[in-house]
């Protein structure tokens, strides 16, 4: 009985269109015989490939060959069913595996995948060297030049304002931009801006020096990395969406961190302000009068930009308040003509270029 | 040896055979192993989905068949990712940096280049789309193909498409048409060519439904005002103005959406009939009869399916648009299998990554 039998067939050959039907004589070992009469091809086992099944019948392909297409019927004698190419459904894989066990696999891997992704700003971000967040900075933003204000007496007293927020061997590099919003960012690259709105209405340098402690803080606590990679990874989610990168450099503006993260900075500012002998009750107050702003129905739509992003203002009033030591000797920021300097930098810089990245 | 297309008298030359109760255990399957691989099975779900339509499509005496493979639709999307979306990224990186820098000229240089390129691009993956599906599509042993690579109808593509649009939009159908024919006839099935001439006057009159179609909201327009105008002057603002306006506004927002899109239907179902109703091959001569009737049908059975069964019905959707394909199809003509030889057209190694990319049908 292994001497091999046949079996009724159909093929084409893969040159012309014609059907060839006869048998398929098997060997008992490597190869068939295709016999249609007019027809007579051999061919080997080894070189059969599934392709499909279609009703009653399975249809191979032969390696190599273009076209050549053998239909045998499902039911062969079980010794030539398993010399033949085991059929196939969902893709090599997960034929193998099966469905069930496949699925499974599958699932365990993509939400393992995924919870990397999620998480991947949070542990990747902090890991990052600051040179290499220095020179992610310089390539998206690069020199802001002529847009932020300078004037001697200014930038001294900016210097000497960072220099008791900003502990780092390699200074955080701080700039008043020339725009009306009451609002503070930090940008990529450890640059944190000041624009000139929430410098104007500064009622004391205590209260800068929070809001650039903060600021700071979030540059020294890499929070900006964080929010750049998640900024990213949102980005590669979406693409094809727009051009996720190009508007990454404007998005960082009104990038939002976590509460999470803003609660950090404003520790961070609180911290370098008590090592300072700052008083925090400034900063204080400028969150009450944010908050009471924003409790008008009509109030300057300026403000808006600072409060969205820094919910709950009353909050961290009550934090910066509860911070500040009664009876403590706290030592004054600037002294009244540097705060004058800082506060008409802009107005005073003939050579200061409209902003328009925001 | 040769075979009649016309054989059955009444009978169409293609003929859909699957039933929806088969291609559900396909589809449903596909949607959880594209769910549980996020999405990277999808390429092997379009090959199954496709082996499955193709298998029971049946032309004359044979049934086709499909012999792309997941892993070459995996490997053209990999390719456009690399070659294309990358140095895109990188591109819109750069100008956005220049930019910043007060670079402009030079970053909206770039930013244009890099819009040309996909404009470029987009025809191209037209083209290769087509020639893919051709070279995957075997009936009797036999596939199509093509010898072009797509490159110079990309050039045609973006200059027609332009001047199409020049004259208020009028020449859209003369560059559809022409598009269709040229596309059409750098393709082939085993040794012979396929040819087409679409004629653009047979579509114009349709496609300027869509400037009358202002024309009507125009006049609805005055005819609203009017009246609205003519319960104000009474002197009372009462309440049938108010209706009348909120009609009015309701009225033109349907006939907006209704009625363009019933036209773009309307003018679509015209241009296919015309368009594969031009398309010959050796003795054969192809039509296709799907009314603006059977169109609005289909899509509004589309349209039920998926809102009926919040969203998941949509995994039919590629059934149903193969099988009124399938059944809208005809052909006519002679057949002769022995001359009917293979083709020696190249088989691309990877699928139609590019036109995955940007998301457009191949025909």
Same mark, same amino acid.
């Given at each position: 009985?292994?001497?091999? /039998?046949?079996?009724?067939?159909? %093929?084409?050959?893969?040159?012309?269109?014609?059907?060839?039907?006869?048998?398929?004589?098997?060997?008992?070992?490597?190869?068939?015989?295709?016999?249609?009469?007019?027809?007579?091809?051999?061919?080997?086992?080894?070189?059969?490939?599934?392709?499909?099944?279609?009703?009653?019948?399975?249809?191979?392909?032969?390696?190599?060959?273009?076209?050549?297409?053998?239909?045998?019927?499902?039911?062969?004698?079980?010794?030539?069913?398993?010399?033949?190419?085991?059929?196939?459904?969902?893709?090599?894989?997960?034929?193998?595996?099966?469905?069930?066990?496949?699925?499974?696999?599958?699932?365990?891997?993509?939400?393992?995948?995924?919870?990397?992704?999620?998480?991947?700003?949070?542990?990747?971000?902090?890991?990052?060297?600051?040179?290499?967040?220095?020179?992610?900075?310089?390539?998206?933003?690069?020199?802001?030049?002529?847009?932020?204000?300078?004037?001697p007496?200014?930038?001294?007293?900016?210097?000497?304002?960072?220099?008791?927020?900003?502990?780092?061997?390699?200074?955080?590099r701080?700039?008043?931009?020339?725009?009306?919003?009451?609002?503070?960012?930090?940008?990529?690259?450890?640059?944190?801006?000041?624009f000139?709105?929430?410098?104007?209405?500064?009622?004391?340098?205590?209260?800068?020096?929070?809001?650039?402690?903060?600021?700071?803080?979030?540059v020294?606590e890499?929070?900006?990395?964080?929010?750049?990679?998640?900024?990213?990874?949102?980005s590669?989610?979406?693409?094809?969406?727009?051009?996720?990168?190009?508007?990454?450099?404007?998005?960082?503006?009104?990038?939002?961190?976590?509460?999470e993260?803003?609660?950090e900075?404003?520790?961070?500012?609180?911290?370098?302000?008590?090592?300072?002998?700052?008083?925090?009750?400034?900063?204080?107050? /400028?969150?009450?009068?944010?908050?009471?702003?924003?409790?008008?129905?009509?109030?300057?739509?300026?403000l808006?930009?600072?409060?969205a992003?820094?919910?709950?203002?009353?909050?961290?009033?009550r934090a910066?308040?509860?911070?500040?030591?009664?009876?403590?000797?706290?030592?004054?920021?600037l002294?009244?003509? +540097?705060?004058? @300097?800082?506060k008409?930098?802009?107005?005073?810089?003939?050579?200061?270029?409209?902003?328009?990245?925001? | 040896?040769?075979?009649?297309?016309?054989?059955?008298?009444?009978?169409?030359?293609?003929?859909?055979?699957?039933?929806w109760? +088969?291609?559900?255990?396909?589809?449903?399957?596909?949607?959880?192993?594209?769910?549980?691989?996020?999405?990277?099975?999808?390429?092997?779900?379009?090959a199954?989905?496709?082996?499955?339509l %193709?298998s029971?499509?049946?032309?004359?005496?044979?049934?086709?068949?499909?012999?792309?493979?997941?892993?070459?639709?995996?490997?053209?999307?990999?390719?456009?990712?690399?070659?294309?979306?990358?140095?895109?990224?990188?591109?819109?990186?750069?100008?956005?940096?220049?930019?910043?820098?007060?670079?402009? @000229?030079?970053?909206?240089?770039?930013?244009?280049?890099?819009?040309?390129?996909?404009?470029y691009l987009?025809g191209?993956?037209?083209?290769?789309a087509?020639r893919?599906?051709?070279?995957?599509?075997h009936?009797?042993?036999?596939?199509?193909?093509?010898?072009?690579?797509?490159?110079a109808?990309?050039?045609?593509?973006?200059?027609?498409?332009?001047?199409?649009?020049?004259?208020?939009?009028l020449?859209?159908?003369w560059?559809?048409?022409?598009?269709?024919?040229?596309?059409?006839?750098?393709?082939?099935?085993?040794?012979?060519?396929?040819?087409?001439?679409?004629?653009?006057?047979?579509?114009?009159?349709?496609?300027?439904?869509?400037?009358?179609?202002?024309?009507?909201?125009?006049?609805?327009?005055?005819?609203?005002?009017?009246?609205?105008?003519?319960?104000?002057?009474?002197?009372?603002?009462?309440?049938?103005?108010a209706?009348?306006?909120?009609?009015?506004?309701?009225?033109a927002?349907?006939?907006f959406?209704?009625?363009?899109?019933?036209?773009?239907?309307?003018?679509?179902?015209?241009?296919?009939?015309?368009a594969?109703?031009?398309?010959?091959w050796?003795?054969?001569?192809?039509?296709?009869? @799907?009314?603006?009737?059977? %169109?609005?049908?289909?899509?509004?059975?589309?349209?039920?399916?998926v809102?009926?069964?919040?969203?998941?019905?949509?995994?039919?959707?590629?059934?149903?648009?193969?099988?009124?394909?399938?059944?809208?199809?005809?052909?006519?003509?002679?057949?002769?299998?022995?001359?009917?030889?293979?083709?020696?057209?190249?088989?691309?190694?990877?699928? +139609?990554?590019?036109?995955?990319?940007?998301?457009?049908?191949?025909?």
């Open positions: 009985m292994d001497g091999g /039998f046949a079996v009724a067939a159909s %093929w084409y050959d893969g040159g012309n269109a014609l059907r060839h039907e006869g048998t398929a004589r098997w060997d008992g070992r490597e190869g068939f015989v295709l016999d249609s009469g007019t027809s007579r091809i051999e061919v080997p086992l080894a070189e059969l490939r599934f392709s499909e099944t279609r009703g009653a019948t399975r249809i191979y392909h032969r390696a190599g060959e273009d076209g050549f297409r053998l239909i045998l019927p499902r039911d062969v004698p079980a010794g030539l069913a398993g010399r033949l190419p085991a059929s196939g459904e969902y893709g090599a894989w997960i034929d193998r595996l099966g469905l069930g066990r496949a699925g499974a696999i599958f699932a365990v891997v993509s939400a393992a995948a995924v919870a990397l992704f999620v998480t991947a700003p949070d542990w990747l971000g902090p890991r990052i060297p600051e040179s290499w967040e220095r020179r992610i900075g310089e390539a998206m933003v690069g020199d802001l030049g002529g847009r932020l204000c300078h004037t007496a200014g930038d001294a007293a900016l210097d000497k304002l960072l220099a008791k927020v900003d502990p780092g061997q390699t200074r955080v701080a700039g008043v931009a020339n725009i009306g919003l009451i609002n503070a960012v930090a940008l990529p690259g450890g640059q944190v801006l000041l000139d709105g929430i410098v104007r209405q500064a009622q004391s340098p205590e209260e800068l020096a929070g809001v650039l402690g903060h600021e700071v803080g979030h020294r890499r929070h900006v990395m964080t929010a750049l990679l998640r900024q990213f990874g949102l590669v989610l979406l693409a094809g969406a727009n051009s996720g990168i190009g508007d990454t450099a404007a998005g960082i503006a009104s990038m939002g961190y976590s509460r993260a803003e609660r900075a404003d520790a961070f500012a609180r911290a370098r302000m008590a090592t300072s002998r700052i008083s925090p009750a400034a900063t204080a107050d /400028f969150f009450e009068r944010m908050a009471g702003e924003s409790g008008e129905s009509e109030s300057d739509s300026a808006i930009g600072w409060l992003s820094h919910p709950a203002a009353l909050e961290r009033a910066f308040r509860a911070a500040g030591k009664k009876g403590a000797a706290y030592l004054p920021v002294n009244a003509s +540097e705060f004058a @300097a800082l008409s930098m802009c107005a005073d810089d003939p050579e200061v270029e409209t902003f328009d990245l925001f | 040896m040769h075979s009649n297309v016309d054989d059955k008298a009444g009978e169409s030359a293609f003929a859909f055979e699957g039933t109760r +088969e291609f559900a255990p396909i589809a449903f399957t596909n949607l959880l192993l594209t769910i549980v691989t996020l999405g990277i099975y999808r390429f092997w779900a379009t199954r989905e496709r082996r499955y %193709w029971r499509s049946r032309f004359v005496d044979e049934n086709l068949e499909w012999a792309g493979t997941g892993k070459e639709l995996f490997l053209g999307f990999v390719m456009v990712m690399l070659l294309f979306l990358l140095p895109y990224f990188a591109l819109t990186f750069v100008a956005q940096a220049l930019i910043a820098r007060g670079q402009e @000229a030079l970053g909206l240089a770039l930013v244009s280049g890099a819009l040309l390129l996909i404009f987009g191209v993956a037209r083209f290769r087509l893919y599906r051709l070279s995957r599509t009936w009797r042993g036999i596939r199509g193909g093509s010898d072009d690579q797509g490159l109808f990309g050039v045609t593509y973006m200059w027609k498409t332009v001047v199409g649009m020049l004259p208020a939009g020449l859209i159908p560059s559809m048409t022409s598009l269709w024919n040229e596309r059409w006839s750098k393709m082939s099935f085993g040794p012979f060519a396929f040819a087409s001439n679409a004629d653009p006057g047979e579509v114009f009159a349709r496609f300027l439904l869509f400037y009358l179609a202002p024309f009507i909201l125009f006049g609805i327009g005055i005819v609203a005002a009017v009246s609205g105008a003519a319960t104000g002057f009474t002197g009372q603002p009462s309440d049938t103005g209706t009348t306006m909120v009609i009015g506004v309701i009225g927002i349907a006939f959406y209704l009625g363009l899109g019933l036209i773009a239907v309307a003018f679509y179902a015209k241009f296919y009939r015309v594969i109703g031009a398309l010959r050796r003795n054969l001569e192809f039509s296709f009869n @799907a009314s603006t009737m059977d %169109w609005v049908r289909l899509l509004l059975v589309d349209v039920m399916l809102v009926f069964t919040l969203g998941i019905g949509a995994i039919f959707l590629s059934y149903r648009h193969w099988k009124f394909f399938i059944t809208h199809l005809e052909a006519h003509g002679e057949i002769l299998l022995d001359e009917l030889t293979q083709s020696t057209t190249t088989i691309a190694a990877h699928g +139609e990554g590019l036109l995955d990319a940007f998301d457009v049908g191949a025909f």
